[in-house]
């Protein structure tokens, strides 16, 4: 059975496929995101569409590591602000 074509999905050999039926004339970008890949020889779908991102999973940046404490209390089974300011490039 085919993946279906969802965003979060892994992108590969058969998702490319499918991307190519359903969207002919479509574009694939990769972007390579504002802070450290945690999987860089894996890329996933970010935006579905005519015009398709892909794009490795990254680390949560010091803004989003705060706006998630400030809406879920302490730090828990997150990556700590700590480790993402080691793991960021200086874009952060």
Known sequence: M???MELGLPWNEE??????EKF???TISESCGRHFALEGNFKYVVRMGENAVIMPRMAYGK??????IEM?????NLVGE????E??????
């Open 72 to 76: 879920y209390g302490e730090e828990s």
């Open 2 to 4: 085919k993946n279906k």
């Open 82 to 85: 700590k480790e993402v300011s």
């Open 63 to 68: 803004e989003a590591i705060k706006k998630i």
């Open 87 to 92: 793991a960021c490039s200086n874009h952060s």
């Open 15 to 20: 998702m490319r496929i499918q991307f190519s």
């Open 24 to 26: 002919p004339k479509g």
